[in-house]
């Protein structure tokens, strides 16, 4: 059901240092606002490189803040431009303020870091609250380990923040797949504020406008290495299997992902045009289209694959990495032990026979809803609600951006 809200804001902010899924699980949420809520406008301020080759509906838009990325010894530098990483921090906290100052948001909405990246969304979150804008963290399922979550918080100096600057903390998924603050003394009031919404389901998009890159008419396995930028270990796997057994029952489409290194690709490629059943691409914006024709899904299990799968209802098969987070690992191993997908460890021996009985069993898997985990896909429906209350929707207040509420 369709609900106005004429005039009013809300603000998402997405650091985007590395990977796809902090844009991709925030362009979700703001798509499904707009369509939920007549007249609201929501703008993302994001760091990925690569935001403008994805599309956006009516009133939804976007900031490039400058892009930062990680280097391979954990340090971090400028992804674009020339100067010093202090520099462009100064640039972006800048740039978040001021939009933030100017687009004066009802409510703003910030992904993973509660003070963002290297605390450049401290200065923000100050005047925001000054002004009585509701403010809410949006966390995934899985952070961390709990020992590596607790060190990296405390060296962060985040849990002052958490109790100060919050109104809520929204947990994108389910607790039977786990507490996401395991091993993290917080305060009851923090413990509070903390709401687990259900996972965020996925609507594919409507195929008339789009083309896809490869004819879909033939069964298919998907393989998805999400961003791609540490993706490798999982499609050498695949690949092997396809290599050394020619009698796989079905094709392999793979998806190599924008942030593989050209090295990577260039050698990737060479290998699929040897093999008359797999083909490979590098990046599809509309990878939900590729996911709804596949007959399974082989993904490490980030966030918004997981998502995909479950909104779905794809049989999977997931090979987590566990560096530099163990964040996949851990939920690949919960949401198998919940029967949801299966799973086989990428950190050990990987010879190609045990990868290619997977890939033949995967067709013939439960499906994730044969589960039956309760509240499974609610959580865009909980934002809906959580949206309402924070707004002042539900009591009929009038917002300071908005021209009508109801």
């Not at 918080?153 to 994108?172: G, Q």
């Amino acid at each position: 059901m369709t609900e106005r809200l004429d005039g009013a804001r809300i603000l998402i902010y997405s650091h985007d240092t590395f990977g796809l899924g902090h844009l991709r699980r925030c362009r979700a949420i703001a798509h499904d606002l707009v369509d939920q809520y007549k007249g609201l406008s929501v703008l993302i301020l994001s760091g990925s490189p690569i935001i403008g080759s994805f599309d956006f509906r009516a009133r939804v838009d976007f900031v490039r803040i400058p892009g930062v990325i990680k280097l391979h010894n954990g340090e971090y530098t400028s992804l674009g431009l020339h100067i010093d990483l202090e520099h462009t921090l100064a640039l972006r906290s800048s740039i978040i303020h001021h939009t933030a100052d100017i687009f004066s948001p009802d409510l703003f909405l910030v992904d993973k870091e509660p003070l963002g990246f290297r605390g450049e969304v401290g200065d923000t979150l100050f005047m925001l609250r000054e002004r009585g804008v509701r403010t809410v963290l949006g966390l995934r399922d899985v952070m961390d380990d709990p020992f590596d979550l607790r060190r990296e918080w405390d060296r962060k100096k985040v849990l002052p923040a958490l109790r100060d600057l919050y109104n809520e903390i929204w947990v994108y998924g389910v607790q039977r797949m786990g507490d996401a603050l395991e091993g993290i003394e917080l305060p009851p009031m923090v413990r509070d504020k903390t709401i687990f919404t259900g996972y965020l389901p996925r609507i594919v998009p409507s195929e008339s406008a789009i083309r896809p890159q490869l004819p879909l008419d033939d069964p298919y396995i998907l393989v998805t290495a999400g961003g791609g930028g540490d993706g490798s270990v999982m499609i050498d796997w695949v690949l092997r299997a396809y290599e050394e057994d020619s009698g796989l029952p079905l094709r392999a489409l793979v998806v190599l992902g924008p942030f593989m290194s050209p090295v990577e690709q260039s050698a990737f490629m060479e290998r699929v045009e040897r093999l008359e059943n797999v083909d490979a691409i590098t990046f599809d914006s509309h990878i939900e289209v590729l996911m709804d024709h596949a007959e399974g899904i082989v993904a490490m299990g980030g966030y918004n694959t997981f998502c995909e799968i479950l909104s779905m209802d794809k049989r999977a098969l997931l090979v987590p990495r566990s560096v530099p987070r163990k964040e996949q690992l851990l939920r690949a191993t919960r949401a198998s032990r919940l029967g949801l997908v299966t799973m086989l460890d990428g950190d050990g021996p990987r010879p190609w026979k045990t990868m290619a009985d997977a890939l033949r069993q995967l067709p013939h898997q439960p499906l994730p809803s044969d589960a039956q985990v309760t509240g499974l896909l609610g959580g865009l429906d909980t934002i809906h609600h959580r949206i309402k209350a924070l707004m002042g929707m539900e009591y009929g207040a009038v917002l300071p951006n908005a021209q009508t509420v109801g």
